[in-house]
């Protein structure tokens, strides 16, 4: 069992950054691949980054180049530096731990309960 838990979010202006960190309990972190998603309303569930256990990235096409992710094994924490922001970031963000390095919620096996993102224009 893994246990995740997100925080960071908020309320900002467009072009504002966030940093949202998620901390994790239980497994080997450090040996897990991690992935962070969001759901705007009324949305399916959407890739947003992940991270391989030997740090490998990858990116949306709508995030890559703004958004930055990277973690911490030593304080079993996973991090999403969101900069440049936009209204279309809004959305709720969860953070996942997966059994595979994939940018599909399938491949994910626990996930945290999420943190919201509000981007004002």
């Known amino acids: 069992q893994v246990h995740l838990v997100e925080s960071g979010g908020g309320l900002v202006q467009a072009g504002d950054s966030l940093r949202l960190s998620c901390a994790a309990s239980?497994?080997?972190?450090?040996?897990?691949?991690m992935g962070w998603f969001r759901q705007a309303p009324g949305k399916d569930r959407e890739f947003v980054a992940c991270i391989s256990r030997s740090d490998s990235t990858y990116y949306a096409t709508s995030v890559k180049g703004r958004f930055t992710i990277s973690r911490d094994n030593a304080k079993n924490t996973l991090y999403l530096q969101m900069n440049s922001l936009k209204p279309e970031d809004t959305a709720v963000y969860r953070c996942a731990y997966g059994s595979m390095y994939s940018t599909a919620v399938k491949d994910y096996v626990y996930w945290g309960q999420g943190t919201q993102v509000t981007v004002s224009s």
């Open positions: 239980g497994r080997t972190f450090s040996s897990a691949a």
